[in-house]
């Protein structure tokens, strides 16, 4: 049986449960000064040398795990 393409979205409804979570949000500027984000402005300031150079990645995988 194939899937009728005009068959209404039931996203459309919505309970008063996921309105009041959606009612309270905000827009991503005012997120991004809330929580003190800053641009990035070359994409090397993302890159970080986080694993011991003496230690194996199945060390620091098992450090993460626990």
């Known amino acids: 049986m194939k899937p009728k393409a005009n068959r209404p979205r039931e996203v459309k409804r919505q309970s008063s449960k996921s309105r009041s979570f959606w009612a309270g949000?905000?827009?991503l500027e005012s997120l991004a000064i809330e929580q003190?984000?800053?641009?990035?402005k070359e994409f090397e300031q993302l890159?970080?040398?986080f694993l011991d150079p003496d230690e194996s990645v199945e060390t620091f995988n098992e450090t993460v795990r626990d």
């Open 36 to 40: 003190s984000v800053i641009p990035v």
């Open 25 to 27: 949000q905000i827009d």
């Open 47 to 49: 890159l970080t040398d």
